[in-house]
């Protein structure tokens, strides 16, 4: 016995009978489209008097009727063009008082929308991306930001879609100049950074975005942008490590050696053909030449202004909103930048004048980041009082075990860097040559923290 089905059963049963004929015959079954796609604007306009209704049945009714439609809709374009329309103002209007499983229906309608070209992608985008950013749902931003960037990368697979970039880039710039004090301008830090570690941002404007986050005036939004500026380059790396170790998992002679002792089928030809064509086009992609990969740092625009906006913005005044972790991170941004470009930030030496204390607990990170703003084209005069800092306040007997060394390999390649200040940094150190030269037991079970070689002088 036939088990029996439910109303709404029978309904969906028949929905998705109706949806492969209309597919298979769209001439014939014009009528019957019809009689739904009416069905569908009267509960459309019940919803719309009231967004928060509880009718369970009704909400089902609707949904699948949505979803009915949207996957006939390019059978019938002018009948059905409204849809987008009303998707994009019901969502738009209504995206916080909706049934949780109705509105995720309408973002994936959208997209199945946006996929058999009923709408463009840049109107896909702007009608998303707002709801991102004013939603409290958080399955919905998840939901959201996962479709945004999907649809981006989609976008950009064949050929670089210059256009709709600039477009979105443009919004996503505008969202962190507009209100620097929301957390708002994290989604343009996420999306941003996703994008450049596919590497389907790769230009001066993708940096221009992360430049405006470091500049923000909200903690998580600074730290976003400067994390990108320190670690964006690496996480593209790994990420084409990874997709290069799933190109190779195509074995074709395993693929051929099926074929020839299982029984030969259509379905197994296709698979043997299709696997054959990814070889050749990852072949191809392999022995193309390599694009040009730019650092983010290298593309910044006027790197010298930055820095100096970043320390006097975020560092240097005594009321800053930032914990010292975040501090550190702009510090180790900035330094990265005096490294890199060679610029004159003189304010800094006197700056981390104060941390460079044995009392300090982060003194490591700071000796790291003065060692890093060190180059040769910084004045001898500016760094002598800071290597004279780190001689008396370290250089002792009474120090501690491992951090003489990590002081001492810290002078020593400064001095590389600039050697009219070996005089001046030395002496100290001849003050005290058994505290630092000369190992002590203790200082050999400790000698890992240290420097390897030390050079004779």
């Known amino acids: 016995m036939k088990r029996k089905l439910g109303a709404l059963e029978k309904i969906d049963a028949d929905l998705t009978s109706l949806q492969y004929k209309v597919r298979r015959d769209p001439p014939s079954y014009f009528e019957d489209h019809q009689q739904q796609y009416l069905q569908y ?33 390019d059978c019938y374009p002018k009948a059905t063009a409204k849809l987008p329309n009303d998707l994009i103002h019901i969502l738009s209007a209504h995206h916080d008082e909706l049934p949780h499983d109705l509105r995720n229906k309408m973002v994936a309608n959208l997209v199945l929308l946006r996929n058999k070209d009923l709408i463009d992608s840049a109107t896909l985008l702007n009608t998303l991306f707002p709801i991102l950013v004013s939603t409290h749902s958080k399955s919905l931003r998840a939901l959201l930001l996962t479709k945004i960037i999907s649809d981006l990368r989609s976008s950009n697979a064949k050929a670089t879609n210059h256009r709709l970039n600039r477009t979105i880039q443009t919004v996503l710039f505008n969202l962190l100049t507009s209100d620097r004090d929301s957390t708002k301008g994290l989604w343009a830090v996420k999306i941003t950074r996703e994008l450049w570690k596919r590497q389907i ?4 404007r993708a940096v221009d975005i992360m430049k405006e986050a ?30 290069s170790d799933e190109d190779d998992g195509v074995d074709m002679k395993a693929l051929r050696h099926q074929v020839g002792i299982n029984k030969k089928t259509k379905k197994k030809e296709r698979e043997l053909k299709k696997a054959a064509a990814t070889v050749k086009r990852k072949e191809r992609k392999k022995n193309a030449p390599h694009p040009l990969n730019f650092s983010a740092l290298h593309l910044l625009h006027d790197p010298q202004a930055f820095a100096e906006t970043l320390f006097s913005k975020h560092v240097q005044p005594s009321k800053s909103k930032l914990t010292l972790d975040s501090k550190l991170l702009v510090l180790q941004l900035i330094s990265r930048l005096i490294g890199l470009h060679k610029l004159t930030l003189i304010s800094l030496y006197s700056y981390l004048l104060k941390y460079l204390t044995p009392r300090q607990t982060s003194v490591t990170t700071f000796l790291a980041i003065l060692a890093q703003a060190t180059h040769n084209l910084v004045p001898p ?58 190992p002590t037991p203790c200082h ?11 050079p004779q002088k």
Do not use: M, Y
């Open 41 to 73: 604007e009267a509960l459309r306009d019940l919803l719309l008097q009231n967004p928060t209704s509880s009718d369970s049945g009704g909400v089902v009714r609707f949904s699948d009727l949505i979803d009915f439609v949207s996957h006939t809709a």
């Open 381 to 438: 005069d500016i760094l002598e009082p800071v290597i004279q800092k780190i001689a008396n306040e370290f250089v002792s007997e009474a120090s501690a075990v491992s951090l003489p060394f990590i002081i001492l390999k810290g002078i020593i390649n400064t001095e590389i860097l600039l050697p009219r200040l070996v005089r001046s940094s030395s002496r100290r150190l001849e003050q005290h040559p058994r505290s630092v030269c000369t």
């Open 444 to 454: 050999e079970r400790h000698s890992s923290s240290g420097p390897r070689n030390v």
């Open 201 to 204: 941002w790769t230009d001066a």
């Open 214 to 243: 470091c500049l923000s005036e909200n903690e998580k939004v600074i730290t976003g942008g400067v994390r990108f500026f320190l670690g964006g380059d690496k996480e593209r790396e790994e990420a084409a490590d990874e997709s």
